[in-house]
């Protein structure tokens, strides 16, 4: 028998995506979330719609900008993400490359890591297991190998299977997840996946910088604990927020992330420590810092994902991409110097 107050009926146990809601998900909480939030959603894609009519690429522009802001639909996000990524473009540009990658040289190397990993991508989604039909995971192979052979500088990379992952459940294409993991790893993500992964080491050293400007006393915490940034944040950055966030709420950071680059990130990294800062602050060692920066990404703060990304706009305050550019080349200096 069901519990009492959990509207299973209304909200299924797997969600849109594929993914199984765990064992101690909030139903009820959820159902008054989403009910709300439908509304909204339905808003969204009529005006979407609009915009959007007699087909054609998308183009950048403040309203689109702002569009993105307010949330893509579903239906819309794999156009609008090829769109403003430049991935689009590059594909046309580009006719049968994707499919002469995957017929190209194995290196035997770079295959085994990508197979090695295939198990561990979202086993809590049935679209990704074997007894699936289709199964995503030869799918989700096919991209990550192609990547491999495209950017050998880059090769594979922990991390780039879940990315990949949701290229695929949102694409529903091969060739379009291709291109936009390129715009993702080779244009928007500054040096986050090549083996020495510097440019990811330079951001979490500038996200403690930005805390160190905008939440001093969280920035006197870690450092009176000890704790480096690289040990409560690294997920965060190197799967964009993927199986740390809940789906609907990354999908819309991506949407903005497509759309206004990596800057989101830091928005996005920004307000999860500033609403929970009193939360952090009572942290009483490492172990209990760690503990806490994985509690404040759960919760109906991140869930209800459109108040949430209005409060990333907002709860950071300015955050020019002069001023993060000028953190990188401090940050980035300071670390080769380390060696």
Known sequence: MEPAGRPRDRVPRIDPYGFERPEDFDYAAYEEFFSAYLVILTRRAMKWSKLLKGGGGVQKSG??????????????????????????????????????????????????????????????????????????????????????????????????????????????SEEKSFWLLDALVGRILPDYYSPAMLGLKTDQEVLGELVRTKLPAVAALMDRHGVLWTLVVSRWFICLFVDVLPVE???????????????????????????????????????????????????????????????????????????????????????????
């Not at 699936?132 to 991209?143: E, F, G, I, R, S």
């Not at 009483?284 to 991140?302: L, N």
């Open 249 to 339: 709420t990354v999908l819309r950071i991506w949407d903005c992330l497509f759309s206004e680059g990596s800057k989101i990130l830091f928005r996005v990294a920004l307000t999860l420590i500033k609403h929970h800062q009193a939360f952090i602050l009572e942290a009483s060692s490492v172990a209990d810092t760690c503990e806490r920066f994985k509690e404040i990404t759960r919760g109906s703060f991140v869930t209800e994902c459109h108040t949430f990304m209005q409060k990333i706009f907002s709860e950071p305050g300015s955050l020019s991409m002069a001023t993060i550019t000028r953190l990188r080349e401090s940050c980035r200096a300071r670390l080769l110097a380390q060696g």
């Open 63 to 172: 309203t689109v900008k702002r569009y993105i802001r307010k949330g893509v639909p579903l239906e819309h996000r794999a156009h609008v993400w090829m769109g403003v990524s430049g991935a689009q473009a590059r594909m046309d540009q580009n006719p049968g490359y994707y499919h002469r990658l995957l017929q190209g040289e194995c290196s035997g190397r770079l295959e085994e890591a990508i197979r090695t990993d295939m198990n561990r991508t979202f086993p809590d989604n049935v679209k990704f297991r074997k007894s699936a039909d289709p199964c995503l995971q030869k799918t989700l192979y096919n991209v990550l190998v192609a990547y491999g052979r495209h950017n050998q500088g880059v090769g594979y990379c922990q991390g780039m299977n879940f990315i990949a992952g949701y290229l695929v459940l949102i694409t529903k």
